[in-house]
Nanobody, 115 residues
């Protein structure tokens, strides 16, 4: 059974930093990443990293957020620096298993950035 367990959300002042972690279990995963959903908005991609280490970021977070992963532990991290109030959202971990190719979601973790 696949499980994704997120941690690291919280409340921080603008300009501060947070680090999110997502530990996945139950399969081998290729792409792992983070999405976010703000109130009244659609869920959007924040950052994704594949098993080989290639990354892709939303333009809004480039230069401020860094995604990384530990393949041995099936864990993906999101280091968020220079946080802005517009980064406030529920952040969801996403992982795509190799076989079968299927996407899984974490339960979400709240990130709130106060101005």
């Amino acid at each position: 059974q696949v499980q994704l367990v997120e941690s690291g959300g919280g409340v921080v002042q603008a300009g501060g930093s947070l680090r999110l972690s997502c530990a996945a279990s139950g399969s081998i995963f290729n792409a792992m990443g983070w999405y976010r959903q703000a109130p009244g908005k659609q869920r959007e991609l924040v950052a994704v990293i594949n098993r080989g280490g290639s990354t892709n970021y939303a333009d809004s977070v480039k230069g401020r957020f860094t995604i990384s992963r530990d393949n041995a532990k099936n864990t993906v991290f999101l280091q968020m620096n220079s946080l802005k109030p517009e980064d406030t959202a529920v952040y969801y971990c996403n992982a795509v298993s190799v076989v079968p190719v299927k996407a899984y979601w974490g339960q979400g973790t709240q990130v709130t950035v106060s101005s």
